[in-house]
């Protein structure tokens, strides 16, 4: 998690479904130049998420969300375009920000989401959701945290799933 956010919100995702719910309902409230940090070991569901997230944003091919380990960054059109990047091979994603980047991340006109979040915190959005995820014995864990004047809509989270 991003070391200037606060845990303020703790949800239990049994299953797949329950994690692309939560994923739709935080898309839904997502805003165009907003960030969602998702941080989480391999298979911790950060891409699973990241496509509930494209279904609320209202994208334009939601299934199209894959990991981007490999393409680094990708962009999905839709009502709320959504800029997905993945941050695992750090040195690849860092070489990219340094090389202009940056730029283009804060400029896109989209909702970034980013895998392995927390390699690449100082790039991210100023407002940004941070999502780690954790896997139990029940399916997974989230916790949330955000800065402190932003996504109120979280209070409500839990009733949209």
Same mark, same amino acid.
């Given at each position: 998690?991003?070391?200037?956010? #606060?845990?303020?919100?703790?949800?239990?995702?049994?299953?797949?479904?329950?994690?692309?719910?939560? +994923?739709?309902?935080?898309?839904?409230?997502?805003?165009?130049?907003?960030?969602?940090?998702?941080? +989480?070991?391999?298979?911790?569901? %950060?891409?699973? !998420? =990241?496509?509930?997230?494209?279904?609320?944003?209202?994208?334009?091919?939601?299934?199209?969300?894959?990991?981007?380990? *490999?393409?680094?960054?990708?962009?999905?059109?839709?009502? %709320?375009?959504?800029?997905? !990047?993945?941050? *695992?091979? #750090? =040195? %690849?994603?860092?070489?990219?920000?340094?090389?202009?980047?940056? =730029? *283009?991340?804060?400029?896109?006109?989209?909702?970034?989401?980013?895998?392995?979040?927390?390699?690449?915190?100082?790039?991210?959005? #100023?407002?940004?959701?941070?999502? #780690?995820?954790?896997?139990?014995?029940?399916?997974?864990? =989230?916790?949330?945290?955000?800065? %402190?004047?932003?996504?109120?809509?979280?209070?409500?989270?839990?009733?949209?799933?």
């Amino acid at each position: 998690m991003s070391t200037d956010s #606060e845990i303020r919100c703790q949800l239990e995702l049994p299953d797949e479904a329950v994690t692309v719910a939560l +994923g739709r309902a935080i898309g839904r409230h997502m805003r165009v130049g907003q960030g969602l940090g998702l941080v +989480g070991d391999l298979g911790a569901g %950060k891409t699973c !998420l =990241a496509r509930g997230v494209g279904l609320g944003l209202g994208l334009t091919d939601p299934e199209a969300v894959c990991s981007p380990t *490999y393409l680094l960054v990708v962009e999905h059109p839709g009502s %709320k375009p959504m800029l997905h !990047l993945d941050a *695992y091979l #750090e =040195a %690849k994603t860092r070489a990219f920000f340094v090389d202009g980047g940056e =730029a *283009y991340l804060h400029e896109c006109g989209a909702v970034v989401v980013a895998e392995w979040a927390d390699r690449i915190a100082e790039f991210m959005p #100023e407002v940004s959701l941070w999502v #780690e995820l954790r896997p139990t014995a029940a399916g997974r864990r =989230a916790l949330l945290g955000w800065p %402190k004047e932003q996504f109120r809509w979280i209070a409500n989270l839990a009733t949209d799933l």
